[in-house]
């Protein structure tokens, strides 16, 4: 009997996981693509300073 209940919530955590590192992972991805953007705009700020 507890075999057949933990199973499934093995398998559920393991797809919680799953998501949960593929979500790490776009949101570092946004953070990279942010900071970058945000260099790009502080160069540009610079170079219509000088």
Same mark, same amino acid.
């Given at each position: 009997? &507890?075999?057949? *209940? #933990? =199973?499934?919530?093995?398998?559920? #955590?393991? /797809? @919680? /996981?799953?998501?949960?590192? *593929?979500?790490?992972?776009?949101?570092?991805?946004?953070? !990279? &693509? &942010? #900071?970058?953007? @945000? !260099?790009?705009?502080?160069? =540009?700020? =610079?170079?219509?300073? /000088?």
């Amino acid at each position: 009997m &507890n075999g057949l *209940i #933990s =199973r499934p919530f093995l398998d559920l #955590s393991l /797809q @919680v /996981q799953c998501i949960h590192g *593929i979500l790490i992972g776009l949101c570092r991805e946004q953070m !990279t &693509n &942010n #900071s970058m953007h @945000v !260099t790009m705009t502080e160069e =540009r700020e =610079r170079m219509t300073r /000088q």
